[in-house]
């Protein structure tokens, strides 16, 4: 039987920012992030292995709301956060 969990996170950027493997440039804001885990089995310990990050945008479209899901690496995700922390980063990376 296999058992799988998703964990829920907000990120927030202060600037636009890009993510590794996308050629848009995101708008800053805040930033659903699910991680779904499933159940490493066979294993003496409880472990759990990732199997995806996704991340939600929502943004305005000809007037509509639009939410997209992006697959991301959560490296990816991490390296766009420190960016976006960086005071003497470029205007857009």
């Known amino acids: ?10 990120v ?3 600037h636009p920012f ?15 992030v699910d ?3 499933e159940l490493i089995e ?6 759990y292995r990732r199997v995806s990050t996704d991340l ?3 943004y305005k479209h ?3 709301m639009v939410d997209r899901i992006l697959t991301i690496k ?11 922390a960086d005071p003497d980063r470029p205007a857009h990376r």
């Open 56 to 58: 939600h945008l929502k």
């Open 62 to 64: 000809n007037g509509m």
């Open 74 to 84: 959560p490296v990816d995700l991490d390296i766009a956060l420190t960016c976006d």
């Open 18 to 32: 890009h993510l590794r493997g996308h050629s848009d440039l995101f708008p800053p804001g805040s930033y659903v």
């Open 1 to 10: 039987m296999q058992h799988s969990r998703m964990t829920h996170k907000t």
């Open 42 to 47: 066979g294993v003496s310990i409880t472990a």
């Open 35 to 37: 991680t779904t885990e």
């Open 12 to 14: 927030t950027f202060a």
